[in-house]
């Protein structure tokens, strides 16, 4: 019985200027659904800290 190997699960790493990490051979993290506020936020009318880069 021939034993069939599996592909990794993601391609090559390598590491850019400043440290930072890419991974090839990798497919988009599913987007998490929304959940719902929580009763504090709502109470507060608190926003989200949004962070301009």
Known sequence: MASRRRPPAIGAVTMGPG???SLRGT??????PARPRPWWARVLRAHRLVVDS
């Open 19 to 21: 440290g930072r990490v």
């Open 27 to 32: 497919r988009a993290p599913a987007l998490r």
